[in-house]
């Protein structure tokens, strides 16, 4: 899957920090190494479906990233970010 940019929501950023204490810049890391993405759930429009991406930031800290790709700019609007569970790691 190709990203080439990410779209960052004010509020999505502080509730990763708040929630699940996160920065953008560690989402980004797992974003641009080579996480493996699985298709989540079809988007309410066309060429908008969510996936996850789970991969490791620099620090070696475990990462699964949910967001929606949208195909037409191969852009990905971050939805949330959190510590896998052991399932997930295993998928």
Do not use: Q
């Amino acid at each position: 899957m190709r990203i080439e940019g990410i779209i960052w929501l004010d509020s999505i950023v502080e509730k990763i920090e708040r929630r699940h204490r996160l920065t953008a810049s560690e989402v980004e890391e797992v974003l641009s190494g080579k996480p493996r993405f699985r298709d989540v759930e079809k988007g309410a429009r066309k060429g908008e479906n969510v996936y996850s991406a789970i991969g490791r930031t620099h620090a070696g800290r475990s990462l699964i990233v949910f967001f929606v790709h949208k195909a037409r700019t191969h852009d990905a609007l971050i939805i949330s970010a959190r510590a896998p569970s052991r399932r997930e790691r295993k998928l």
